[in-house]
T-cell receptor, first 118, second 115 residues
Framework: AQSVTQPDIHITVSEGASLELRCNYSYGATPYLFWYVQSPGQGLQLLLK??????LVQGIKGFEAEFKRSQSSFNLRKPSVHWSDAAEYFCAVGQAPGVVTGRRALTFGSGTRLQVQP | DGGITQSPKYLFRKEGQNVTLSCEQNLNHDAMYWYRQDPGQGLRLIYYSQIVNDFQKGDIAEGYSVSREKKESFPLTVTSAQKNPTAFYLCASSMWGGARSGEQYFGPGTRLTVT
């Protein structure tokens, strides 16, 4: 069965500091990995995704993530956090793009809430 | 602008009443999904549909029902059989095949409170 673990429930960083949010996955095939962000009371916005190619992927809002197959990880990073980055972040895993059989829905981690101190 | 709309944003119901949550998309996506979000639990899949007139149970389908009569619409009914219906409900859609399949886009959510 597939699963996603986000070991940090809550992280606090100072504005301008660097950020790394951890994500570990378990998946029986080549994973299709995502990071989403959610502001309070809102839907989820896609930050970035990875399936193949360069293992360091760039996303919106200055975020990047690195895929490490040997560690089953897909950690999210940002060099300098802004107060507007305070939100909840979700890592998710799903089937490879183009696959038309089986369950296409994503499996999500339980999320990491980011607080930014001035 | 293309996107997903969910209505209403807030919904209040008495225990024992069925309630239907609306989800509409104009992205021309084949697949649609319903997730439930509770604090500290991430998103859990209720139902999904890959084509019109077809849908599949997700991980927590008990006490819920759906229909998919049109490509654009995927309403969710929370029935009186759902033991703990108070939650934030999120609808999503995606392509089903092709290079961007699996990439899900979310609506703004509906917060349901049952008392």
């Amino acid at each position: 069965a597939q699963s996603v673990t986000q070991p940090d429930i809550h992280i606090t960083v100072s504005e301008g500091a660097s950020l790394e949010l951890r994500c570990n996955y378990s998946y029986g095939a080549t994973p299709y990995l995502f990071w989403y962000v959610q502001s309070p009371g809102q839907g989820l916005q896609l930050l970035l995704k990875y399936f193949s190619g360069d293992t360091l992927v760039q996303g919106i809002k200055g975020f990047e993530a690195e895929f490490k197959r040997s560690q089953s990880s897909f950690n999210l990073r940002k060099p300098s956090v802004h107060w507007s980055d305070a939100a909840e972040y979700f890592c998710a895993v799903g089937q490879a793009p183009g696959v038309v059989t089986g369950r296409r829905a994503l499996t999500f981690g339980s999320g990491t809430r980011l607080q930014v101190q001035p | 602008d293309g996107g997903i709309t969910q209505s209403p944003k807030y919904l209040f119901r008495k225990e024992g009443q069925n309630v239907t949550l609306s989800c509409e998309q104009n992205l021309n996506h084949d697949a649609m999904y319903w997730y439930r979000q509770d604090p500290g639990q991430g998103l859990r899949l209720i139902y999904y549909s890959q084509i019109v007139n077809d849908f599949q149970k997700g991980d927590i389908a008990e006490g819920y029902s759906v229909s998919r009569e049109k490509k654009e619409s995927f309403p969710l009914t929370v029935t009186s059989a759902q033991k703990n219906p108070t939650a934030f409900y999120l609808c999503a859609s995606s392509m089903w095949g092709g290079a961007r399949s699996g990439e899900q886009y979310f609506g703004p959510g509906t917060r349901l409170t049952v008392t």
